[in-house]
T-cell receptor, first 114, second 113 residues
Framework: AQSVTQLGSHVSVSEGALVLLRCNYSSSVPPYLFWYVQYPNQGLQLLLKYTTGATLVKGINGFEAEFKKSETSFHLTKPSAHMSDAAEYFCAVSEGSNDYKLSFGAGTTVTVRA | EADIYQTPRYLVIGTGKKITLECSQTMGHDKMYWYQQDPGMELHLIHYSYGVNSTEKGDLSSESTVSRIRTEHFPLTLESARPSHTSQYLC????????????FGPGTRLTVL
Protein backbone atom coordinates (compact mmCIF):
# COMPACT_ATOMS: atom_id res chain seq x y z
CA ALA A 1 0.00 0.00 0.00
CA GLN A 2 1.15 3.52 -0.68
CA SER A 3 0.70 6.70 1.34
CA VAL A 4 2.10 10.20 1.43
CA THR A 5 2.85 12.48 4.37
CA GLN A 6 3.53 16.16 3.90
CA LEU A 7 5.11 17.72 6.98
CA GLY A 8 3.64 21.11 7.70
CA SER A 9 0.27 22.19 6.38
CA HIS A 10 1.42 25.83 6.16
CA VAL A 11 4.82 27.31 5.34
CA SER A 12 5.60 31.02 5.36
CA VAL A 13 8.77 32.34 3.72
CA SER A 14 10.20 35.74 2.93
CA GLU A 15 10.61 36.75 -0.68
CA GLY A 16 14.07 35.63 -1.79
CA ALA A 17 14.39 32.97 0.91
CA LEU A 18 14.68 29.23 0.44
CA VAL A 19 11.47 27.27 0.00
CA LEU A 20 11.55 23.74 1.45
CA LEU A 21 8.49 21.50 1.41
CA ARG A 22 8.80 18.06 2.92
CA CYS A 23 7.26 14.88 1.59
CA ASN A 24 7.69 11.34 2.86
CA TYR A 25 6.08 8.30 1.34
CA SER A 26 5.49 4.69 2.14
CA SER A 27 5.46 2.17 -0.65
CA SER A 28 6.05 -1.53 -0.91
CA VAL A 29 7.83 -1.14 -4.24
CA PRO A 30 9.86 1.60 -5.91
CA PRO A 31 7.35 4.35 -6.54
CA TYR A 32 6.88 7.11 -9.03
CA LEU A 33 6.77 10.51 -7.29
CA PHE A 34 5.16 13.79 -8.27
CA TRP A 35 4.79 17.36 -7.05
CA TYR A 36 1.78 19.38 -8.15
CA VAL A 37 0.92 23.03 -7.50
CA GLN A 38 -2.56 24.50 -7.16
CA TYR A 39 -3.15 28.23 -7.46
CA PRO A 40 -6.39 29.68 -6.05
CA ASN A 41 -9.49 28.68 -7.99
CA GLN A 42 -7.49 26.55 -10.41
CA GLY A 43 -6.78 22.90 -10.98
CA LEU A 44 -3.49 21.17 -10.20
CA GLN A 45 -0.46 21.67 -12.42
CA LEU A 46 2.54 19.33 -12.52
CA LEU A 47 5.76 20.87 -11.16
CA LEU A 48 8.01 17.83 -11.59
CA LYS A 49 8.10 14.06 -11.37
CA TYR A 50 10.55 11.27 -10.62
CA THR A 51 10.24 8.03 -12.52
CA THR A 52 13.68 6.48 -12.95
CA GLY A 53 17.27 7.60 -13.38
CA ALA A 54 18.73 10.76 -11.85
CA THR A 55 17.43 11.29 -8.34
CA LEU A 56 17.60 15.09 -8.54
CA VAL A 57 14.71 16.25 -10.65
CA LYS A 58 14.31 19.77 -11.99
CA GLY A 59 10.88 21.18 -12.68
CA ILE A 60 9.17 24.34 -13.77
CA ASN A 61 9.45 27.76 -12.11
CA GLY A 62 12.87 26.98 -10.59
CA PHE A 63 11.69 24.11 -8.37
CA GLU A 64 13.60 20.88 -7.88
CA ALA A 65 13.21 17.75 -5.77
CA GLU A 66 15.49 14.92 -4.73
CA PHE A 67 14.42 11.31 -4.40
CA LYS A 68 16.10 9.70 -1.39
CA LYS A 69 15.21 6.05 -1.23
CA SER A 70 16.95 5.44 2.11
CA GLU A 71 14.89 8.22 3.70
CA THR A 72 11.72 7.52 1.68
CA SER A 73 11.58 11.23 0.95
CA PHE A 74 10.97 13.52 -2.01
CA HIS A 75 11.39 17.04 -0.65
CA LEU A 76 10.72 20.04 -2.90
CA THR A 77 12.99 23.09 -2.87
CA LYS A 78 13.40 26.43 -4.56
CA PRO A 79 16.44 28.57 -3.74
CA SER A 80 14.70 31.94 -3.87
CA ALA A 81 10.98 32.43 -3.27
CA HIS A 82 8.94 34.75 -5.42
CA MET A 83 5.58 36.26 -4.60
CA SER A 84 4.07 34.20 -7.42
CA ASP A 85 5.04 30.98 -5.57
CA ALA A 86 2.18 31.50 -3.10
CA ALA A 87 -0.02 28.46 -3.69
CA GLU A 88 -0.84 25.00 -2.36
CA TYR A 89 1.59 22.20 -3.12
CA PHE A 90 0.73 18.51 -3.25
CA CYS A 91 3.07 15.55 -3.20
CA ALA A 92 1.79 12.35 -4.84
CA VAL A 93 2.95 8.77 -5.33
CA SER A 94 1.96 5.98 -7.67
CA GLU A 95 2.99 2.36 -7.86
CA GLY A 96 2.12 -0.77 -9.72
CA SER A 97 0.34 -2.47 -6.82
CA ASN A 98 -2.30 0.29 -7.02
CA ASP A 99 -2.46 0.21 -10.82
CA TYR A 100 -0.36 3.38 -10.92
CA LYS A 101 -3.19 5.53 -9.58
CA LEU A 102 -2.04 8.64 -7.74
CA SER A 103 -2.21 8.93 -3.95
CA PHE A 104 -1.92 12.50 -2.71
CA GLY A 105 -0.67 14.09 0.47
CA ALA A 106 -2.82 16.61 2.33
CA GLY A 107 -1.01 19.56 0.79
CA THR A 108 1.16 22.43 2.05
CA THR A 109 0.05 26.02 1.66
CA VAL A 110 2.90 28.43 0.97
CA THR A 111 2.65 32.12 1.72
CA VAL A 112 5.39 34.53 0.66
CA ARG A 113 6.08 37.66 2.71
CA ALA A 114 7.33 40.79 0.97
CA GLU B 1 -5.05 24.47 -27.66
CA ALA B 2 -5.36 21.14 -25.86
CA ASP B 3 -7.07 21.51 -22.54
CA ILE B 4 -9.47 20.07 -19.98
CA TYR B 5 -12.70 21.84 -19.11
CA GLN B 6 -15.16 21.60 -16.26
CA THR B 7 -18.60 23.15 -15.99
CA PRO B 8 -20.08 24.63 -13.98
CA ARG B 9 -17.26 26.17 -11.96
CA TYR B 10 -19.55 26.89 -9.03
CA LEU B 11 -22.90 25.30 -8.18
CA VAL B 12 -25.23 25.95 -5.25
CA ILE B 13 -28.19 23.61 -5.16
CA GLY B 14 -30.85 22.35 -2.78
CA THR B 15 -31.04 18.92 -1.19
CA GLY B 16 -32.60 16.22 -3.33
CA LYS B 17 -31.76 17.74 -6.72
CA LYS B 18 -30.14 15.73 -9.47
CA ILE B 19 -26.92 17.27 -10.78
CA THR B 20 -24.40 16.50 -13.48
CA LEU B 21 -20.87 17.88 -13.43
CA GLU B 22 -19.35 18.08 -16.88
CA CYS B 23 -15.75 17.30 -17.82
CA SER B 24 -14.30 17.40 -21.32
CA GLN B 25 -10.75 17.15 -22.63
CA THR B 26 -9.34 17.89 -26.07
CA MET B 27 -6.07 15.98 -25.68
CA GLY B 28 -7.33 12.60 -26.87
CA HIS B 29 -6.41 10.98 -23.56
CA ASP B 30 -7.79 7.52 -22.81
CA LYS B 31 -7.55 7.79 -19.03
CA MET B 32 -9.83 10.12 -17.09
CA TYR B 33 -10.36 10.62 -13.36
CA TRP B 34 -12.63 12.33 -10.84
CA TYR B 35 -11.23 13.49 -7.50
CA GLN B 36 -12.96 14.96 -4.46
CA GLN B 37 -11.07 17.67 -2.60
CA ASP B 38 -11.97 19.16 0.77
CA PRO B 39 -10.02 22.09 2.34
CA GLY B 40 -6.81 21.00 4.02
CA MET B 41 -7.26 17.42 2.92
CA GLU B 42 -5.69 15.22 0.28
CA LEU B 43 -7.41 14.62 -3.03
CA HIS B 44 -9.39 11.40 -3.05
CA LEU B 45 -9.99 9.43 -6.23
CA ILE B 46 -13.70 8.64 -6.57
CA HIS B 47 -13.98 7.38 -10.18
CA TYR B 48 -11.72 6.60 -13.10
CA SER B 49 -11.93 5.38 -16.66
CA TYR B 50 -9.34 3.83 -18.94
CA GLY B 51 -11.35 4.29 -22.10
CA VAL B 52 -14.78 4.36 -23.70
CA ASN B 53 -17.32 2.19 -21.84
CA SER B 54 -14.83 1.62 -19.01
CA THR B 55 -15.56 3.02 -15.54
CA GLU B 56 -14.27 2.00 -12.11
CA LYS B 57 -14.83 3.18 -8.58
CA GLY B 58 -11.90 4.84 -6.87
CA ASP B 59 -10.42 4.55 -3.42
CA LEU B 60 -13.04 6.77 -1.76
CA SER B 61 -16.60 5.52 -1.78
CA SER B 62 -18.96 7.94 -3.48
CA GLU B 63 -22.68 7.99 -4.18
CA SER B 64 -22.02 9.61 -7.53
CA THR B 65 -21.95 7.76 -10.85
CA VAL B 66 -20.01 8.36 -14.06
CA SER B 67 -20.24 7.42 -17.71
CA ARG B 68 -17.75 7.32 -20.60
CA ILE B 69 -19.55 7.18 -23.90
CA ARG B 70 -17.07 9.36 -25.76
CA THR B 71 -13.31 9.58 -25.26
CA GLU B 72 -13.38 13.29 -24.58
CA HIS B 73 -16.32 13.39 -22.16
CA PHE B 74 -16.55 12.05 -18.57
CA PRO B 75 -19.56 13.46 -16.71
CA LEU B 76 -20.29 12.81 -13.03
CA THR B 77 -23.88 12.58 -11.78
CA LEU B 78 -25.45 12.78 -8.34
CA GLU B 79 -29.03 11.52 -8.44
CA SER B 80 -30.05 13.18 -5.17
CA ALA B 81 -27.69 15.78 -3.76
CA ARG B 82 -27.15 16.01 0.00
CA PRO B 83 -25.20 18.49 2.17
CA SER B 84 -22.55 15.78 2.69
CA HIS B 85 -21.78 16.06 -1.04
CA THR B 86 -20.57 19.63 -0.59
CA SER B 87 -16.98 19.63 -1.83
CA GLN B 88 -14.73 20.52 -4.74
CA TYR B 89 -14.67 18.03 -7.60
CA LEU B 90 -11.64 17.89 -9.88
CA CYS B 91 -11.46 16.11 -13.20
CA UNK B 92 -8.18 14.96 -14.74
CA UNK B 93 -6.95 13.08 -17.78
CA UNK B 94 -3.74 11.37 -18.82
CA UNK B 95 -2.24 9.29 -21.59
CA UNK B 96 -1.87 5.55 -21.18
CA UNK B 97 1.71 5.28 -19.82
CA UNK B 98 2.38 4.49 -16.16
CA UNK B 99 4.22 7.73 -15.56
CA UNK B 100 2.17 10.00 -17.80
CA UNK B 101 1.24 13.33 -16.30
CA UNK B 102 -2.33 13.86 -15.17
CA UNK B 103 -3.75 17.14 -16.43
CA PHE B 104 -6.38 18.73 -14.21
CA GLY B 105 -9.40 20.84 -14.93
CA PRO B 106 -10.16 23.96 -12.84
CA GLY B 107 -12.68 22.13 -10.66
CA THR B 108 -16.34 22.49 -9.73
CA ARG B 109 -17.11 23.78 -6.26
CA LEU B 110 -20.42 22.23 -5.21
CA THR B 111 -22.49 23.47 -2.29
CA VAL B 112 -25.63 21.57 -1.31
CA LEU B 113 -27.95 23.41 1.03
Amino acid sequence: AQSVTQLGSHVSVSEGALVLLRCNYSSSVPPYLFWYVQYPNQGLQLLLKYTTGATLVKGINGFEAEFKKSETSFHLTKPSAHMSDAAEYFCAVSEGSNDYKLSFGAGTTVTVRA
Amino acid sequence: EADIYQTPRYLVIGTGKKITLECSQTMGHDKMYWYQQDPGMELHLIHYSYGVNSTEKGDLSSESTVSRIRTEHFPLTLESARPSHTSQYLCASSDVGFTDTQYFGPGTRLTVL
